[in-house]
């Protein structure tokens, strides 16, 4: 059974003649007579009366509604397509990691909402594993996440660098390791730490580098957002190790101090080593066809780079 049999079908159950119904169809009325012939052989039934009215069988009468229904729902379909082709799909959703989503986003998703009006905006601040997972899964159409070879190598994903930045360390203005301009790193890790909860991109590159040098973190709690941050270390006990674009309102706050902190290359004074991040935008390639998405794609590339160099 083919979709142009159907439509044969209906246009003879509507018109009453084989003739009218190759005309509607704007093909040859031998055409319409096998497109027929090829679904009555299908059914194993006769669908018309072959009068002079070309009336419905039984058959017919039981196959019209359920034949209307499949060309409907397959005009829907081409329309649905043919929007989000030209642009008009209903929403963009996003997914992203804090510290982009409050700072640095803000003045985009105006621009955007005035470029596209009539698309809904949904923006949700996931750490980037989970962001990922999502972006996969089809339930976002954009993430901007930690850099993870690993999750995003499919050869679908479109993976662009928006920036790197330094790792920071947050503490209360009255903390022991406050007094330091450049924090040595056997100082940093004689305190317990505040951490990123698991599945964000923090948590791990935090982990790795006390693995990578051998030390232990002194891991005290886990939270999610930059306010337990803010909120927890200023009690004055506990330390964290976050990247600058999230110590962007600690920096004003007189009850933190933000401080760089160094690693020494094989007991050097000289060569001092620094943790960073690197931010990227994902997602898929058949993503990037559709005009709001290469759109706010564009806004992202434009604009974040340059703002993080502003500040």
């Not at 209360?172 to 951490?195: D, F, G």
């Not at 506990?238 to 009850?255: G, N, Q, T, V």
Request: charged fraction near 20%.
């Amino acid at each position: 059974m083919r979709l142009e049999q159907l439509q044969a079908f209906l246009a003879i159950a509507d018109t009453g003649s084989f003739q009218k119904a190759a005309h509607q169809c704007s093909v040859t009325q031998s055409t319409i007579s096998r497109q027929i012939q090829s679904l009555e052989a299908d059914l194993g039934f006769e669908l018309f009366h072959r009068t002079s009215q070309s009336k419905l069988t039984l058959v017919g009468e039981t196959l019209l509604p359920r034949a209307r229904k499949i060309c409907l729902e397959w005009q829907t379909a081409k329309q649905e397509i043919t929007d989000l082709i030209s642009g008009k799909q209903p929403e963009l959703c996003i997914a992203c990691i804090p510290s982009v989503c409050a700072y640095y986003f803000p003045p985009l998703l105006q621009s955007f909402c005035k470029q596209y009006p009539d698309v809904q905006l949904r923006v949700t601040s996931l750490g980037s594993d989970r962001a990922l997972k999502v972006l996969k899964d089809g339930l976002v159409d954009l993430a901007i996440v930690m850099n993870n070879r690993f999750l995003t190598m499919s050869k679908e994903m479109v993976v662009q660098t928006l920036y790197e930045e330094p790792i920071e360390v947050l503490t209360s203005a009255n903390h022991p390791l406050a007094e330091y301009e450049s924090i040595p790193w056997l100082e940093l890790i004689r305190y317990p730490q505040v951490i990123f909860k698991e599945g964000y991109g923090m948590q791990r590159l935090v982990q790795n580098q006390f693995d990578q040098t051998g030390t232990l973190l002194k891991a005290a709690l886990e939270v999610n957002t930059l306010d337990a941050f803010r909120g927890i270390v200023r009690q004055g006990e506990l330390i964290a190790l976050l990247p600058s674009s999230a110590l962007i309102e600690a920096r004003f706050d007189p009850s933190l101090a933000v401080r760089p902190f160094h690693i020494n290359n094989n007991g050097s004074s000289v060569n001092r080593v620094c943790l960073t991040r690197k931010v990227v935008m994902v997602t898929t390639q058949d993503r990037l066809q559709i005009p709001p998405i290469q759109y706010f794609w564009n806004l992202v590339c434009e604009h974040i780079p340059k703002q993080v160099k502003g500040f």
